[in-house]
């Protein structure tokens, strides 16, 4: 009898404690034997291993939220800079692996051949050793998704790539709101310390690897935006159609896109993985246009993830993706319509 496997959920309703826990244990283990491998770690001696001694600071690092550095990234940073960057690489690896493992049994409870070709395919990814040779902390915003709402903090370590998985529930956005309010009281207008830091006369030209639409142009705006109306509500579509939007995007900002090979098996995940691949490495040439290929992946997460999506009754008969965006479009107005009736 053929399995008929079950959704994956779109959110996490609940904190998910014992994938957080495994996560953050799993790294602490893996720091040791990563110690051993001499990564250079840019990013984490330049911006992060040099924190301010006291909790709370105005914006140490205009670059970042200014609750990144004093208070999520502290335990890390005490650190001597290499082993603060081996227990960030340590972390970055366990929760890209074991969130793609997580996905993948909850959506082939079943089945466990799509789960660990799922590691398998993400722990060789060039995007995952990126991160770690630069050291930077992309992986860790997992931990926050997995742990929402109470990971907020965490998930908007970047906000601008993560952010938009809040749309997702109303209670995720409501915290998310919240948390960012309480920022402001806290740290004052600390985005307008970030947009005055990107927009300095003496700021350096831009960097080569920069594809958001800041450098490429505004044309993926209005697409990312009716991808976004149409996520249903999955985090990680929402994700994927937030990099179409946001106009600061590096190629391994995609790796938080990663743990969507738990999320399909067989063809579509082989395929999955060469498109991530691919695309991002060609987005490191300085061609404008092999930039704007380059979000080939996160579209291709985004169809990938859709419910029931074929690819061949779509070619056969495109009338069902028409209907299927009326029917989302017509969903959004009677919800928004119903909410704003009295009773």
Same mark, same amino acid.
């Given at each position: 009898?053929?399995?008929?496997?079950?959704?994956?959920?779109?959110?996490?309703?609940?904190?998910?404690?014992?994938?957080?826990?495994?996560?953050?244990?799993?790294?602490?283990?893996?720091?040791?034997?990563?110690?051993?491998?001499?990564?250079?770690?840019?990013?984490?001696?330049?911006?992060?291993?040099?924190?301010?001694?006291?909790?709370?600071?105005?914006?140490?690092?205009?670059?970042?939220?200014?609750?990144?550095?004093?208070?999520?990234?502290?335990?890390?940073?005490?650190?001597?800079?290499?082993?603060?960057?081996?227990?960030?690489?340590?972390?970055?690896?366990?929760?890209?692996?074991?969130?793609?493992?997580?996905?993948?049994?909850?959506?082939?409870?079943?089945?466990?051949?799509?789960?660990?070709?799922?590691? #398998? /395919?993400?722990?060789?990814?060039? $995007?995952? &050793?990126? !991160?770690? =040779?630069? *050291?930077?902390?992309?992986? +860790?915003?997992? @931990?926050?998704?997995?742990?929402?709402?109470?990971?907020?903090?965490?998930?908007?370590?970047?906000?601008?790539?993560?952010?938009?998985? #809040? /749309?997702?529930?109303?209670?995720? $956005?409501? &915290?998310? !709101?919240? =948390?960012? *309010?309480?920022?402001?009281? +806290?740290?004052? @207008?600390?985005?307008?310390?970030?947009?005055?830091?990107?927009?300095?006369?003496?700021?350096?030209?831009?960097?080569?690897?920069?594809?958001?639409?800041?450098?490429?142009?505004? $044309?993926?705006?209005?697409?990312?935006?009716?991808?976004?109306?149409?996520?249903?509500?999955?985090?990680?579509?929402?994700?994927?159609?937030?990099?179409?939007?946001?106009?600061?995007?590096?190629?391994?900002?995609?790796?938080?896109?990663?743990?969507?090979?738990?999320?399909?098996?067989?063809?579509?995940?082989?395929?999955?993985?060469?498109?991530?691949?691919?695309?991002?490495?060609?987005?490191?040439?300085?061609?404008?246009?092999?930039?704007?290929?380059?979000?080939?992946?996160?579209?291709?997460?985004?169809?990938?993830?859709?419910?029931?999506?074929?690819?061949?009754?779509?070619?056969?008969?495109?009338?069902?993706?028409?209907?299927?965006?009326?029917?989302?479009?017509?969903?959004?107005?009677?919800?928004?319509?119903?909410?704003?009736?009295?009773?």
């Amino acid at each position: 009898m053929t399995e008929t496997p079950r959704p994956a959920p779109q959110t996490w309703r609940t904190p998910d404690w014992r994938l957080t826990l495994v996560m953050l244990i799993g790294g602490l283990l893996l720091a040791l034997p990563l110690s051993r491998i001499a990564f250079a770690g840019h990013d984490w001696v330049a911006y992060f291993s040099e924190t301010p001694d006291p909790l709370y600071t105005p914006q140490p690092n205009p670059s970042y939220p200014p609750w990144v550095l004093p208070l999520v990234l502290r335990p890390l940073t005490v650190q001597p800079p290499r082993s603060g960057l081996a227990l960030v690489n340590g972390l970055t690896l366990v929760c890209l692996t074991l969130f793609t493992y997580r996905l993948a049994r909850l959506q082939f409870p079943q089945q466990r051949a799509p789960a660990l070709a799922g590691v #398998l /395919l993400v722990a060789l990814n060039p $995007l995952v &050793w990126m !991160l770690m =040779w630069l *050291g930077t902390v992309d992986g +860790l915003m997992l @931990l926050g998704l997995a742990a929402l709402p109470f990971g907020v903090p965490l998930l908007l370590l970047k906000f601008h790539i993560s952010g938009w998985a #809040l /749309l997702g529930t109303r209670r995720d $956005l409501l &915290w998310g !709101l919240a =948390w960012g *309010g309480l920022s402001l009281i +806290l740290w004052g @207008l600390w985005p307008l310390n970030i947009l005055t830091a990107y927009n300095r006369p003496d700021q350096p030209p831009p960097h080569p690897l920069l594809m958001g639409w800041q450098t490429t142009g505004p $044309l993926f705006i209005l697409p990312g935006l009716v991808l976004l109306l149409l996520s249903n509500r999955d985090p990680f579509r929402l994700i994927a159609a937030g990099t179409f939007i946001t106009p600061y995007l590096m190629p391994y900002h995609f790796s938080i896109l990663l743990p969507a090979l738990g999320r399909v098996r067989g063809w579509k995940q082989v395929a999955l993985w060469i498109i991530s691949l691919i695309f991002p490495v060609m987005s490191g040439l300085a061609s404008l246009d092999l930039k704007r290929v380059s979000f080939v992946f996160p579209l291709a997460v985004w169809l990938l993830l859709a419910p029931d999506w074929r690819p061949a009754q779509l070619w056969r008969d495109p009338d069902t993706l028409l209907n299927r965006i009326r029917a989302t479009l017509y969903g959004l107005f009677t919800r928004w319509r119903t909410s704003h009736v009295h009773p």
